[in-house]
């Protein structure tokens, strides 16, 4: 049996539990509810970072900052703004003087009208664009950069803004090519928006354009390694220009034509031609490579006219290495002399351009 000290103090413990059970239930409440609504702002800021992330691919911090910023007050679209201008620019100023050894090479080959036939007529590009990683170069972001370069570079030269004429290959100034719109961006604002995703240092290397010489003359382009089945961009790149003669001219279709261009582009890719034909070779490169070959046989005894000979026969070996039009087709069955192929099938070599990842 319990002692009456004993009852006396289980009562006071019942006591002061019933007291202290039938306050809580009001404080639960309060506090309850409070938590639902730092919870419901939680949720929202956490939706408002991960779509901005979703959108512009900047990091999370960065997301953040953009929305904590002076004068954004949660609107969405200010949010996008500030990164624009103030993440980018931090990105960008970190990053620059960063090396970069890897990226890609890309083209782009559309048409566009011809006012003196009144049809249309083949233009190309061709770019080269930089990372710091080769992961960065493989990432979806940055395919998408080389494609909107490519494209501007087109558009900025059918534009009329290029100092050279339709009719030869033009090598494309950055900070012009920098402030062409591509659809309702620049290609500067897509740059500095792959930077901020990427956070890497990016930047144009190169950008040249070609236009056919005519509405029969045909572009085709060949990209190798390339990063997607559907982009054309890779670790290299050649576009040509092949023109009908006039005895070949309707002979084959353009899809023809085409198929024949992108055998050589290949071709152009793998034995990397720097010059067309032996016309094309600079005089100044052509004049210091006899006077080589004539210094290795100075002492040889040998008559003018034979070193003549000796000089012409080791030129000829040295368009092979270095023109087009001299090599053997490394694609084509058999290896046939790309002049002599062209010839047969009625084509020219108009000119062609190429790039490298190195």
């Not at 409440?29 to 779509?51: E, G, H, P, V």
């Not at 040998?302 to 001299?326: N, P």
């Amino acid at each position: 049996m319990f002692r009456s000290s004993s009852i006396r103090t289980l009562q006071k413990m019942i006591s002061s539990i019933s007291q202290y059970s039938a306050k809580p239930k009001y404080l639960f409440q309060l506090s309850s509810s409070y938590s639902l609504r730092s919870q419901s702002t939680i949720f929202s800021s956490i939706q408002f970072i991960k779509k901005l992330r979703e959108t512009t691919g900047a990091p999370i911090v960065e997301c953040k900052k953009a929305m904590l910023a002076d004068g954004v007050d949660g609107d969405y679209t200010k949010a996008i703004e500030w990164l624009r201008k103030s993440g980018s620019a931090t990105a960008v100023s970190k990053l620059a003087g960063r090396e970069t050894y890897e990226g890609l090479v890309g083209i782009a080959i559309s048409t566009v009208p011809d006012d003196d036939t009144d049809s249309v007529r083949d233009v190309g590009s061709i770019v080269r664009v930089v990372s710091e990683t080769d992961f960065a170069s493989r990432s979806p972001s940055f395919l998408n950069l080389v494609k909107i370069v490519a494209d501007g570079a087109i558009i900025l030269r059918y534009s009329g803004m290029s100092d050279t004429s339709l009719s030869k290959s033009s090598i494309v100034k950055i900070d012009n090519l920098l402030g062409t719109s591509v659809g309702n961006k620049t290609v500067k604002d897509v740059l500095d928006e792959t930077i901020l995703a990427i956070r890497e240092n990016l930047h144009i290397v190169s950008a040249t354009t070609l236009v056919a010489s005519g509405s029969n003359a045909i572009l085709a382009g060949y990209v190798h390694g390339k990063m997607d089945s559907t982009a054309l961009a890779g670790s290299a790149a050649s576009i040509v220009e092949l023109v009908p003669t006039k005895e070949s001219s309707g002979k084959m279709s353009k899809e023809e034509i085409c198929g024949i261009g992108k055998k050589l582009a290949m071709h152009i890719v793998a034995a990397k031609p720097k010059y067309l034909s032996p016309l094309h070779v600079p005089t100044a490169i052509l004049d210091k490579e006899k006077e080589i070959l004539i210094d290795q046989m100075v002492d040889s005894g040998k008559s003018s006219e034979i070193l003549d000979r000796i000089v012409s026969g080791r030129l000829q070996k040295f368009f092979e290495q270095v023109c087009l039009t001299e090599q053997a087709h490394l694609v084509e069955e058999g290896n046939p002399k790309i002049s002599k192929m062209m010839n047969k099938l009625g084509l020219e070599v108009a000119r062609f351009e190429s790039s490298f990842i190195p």
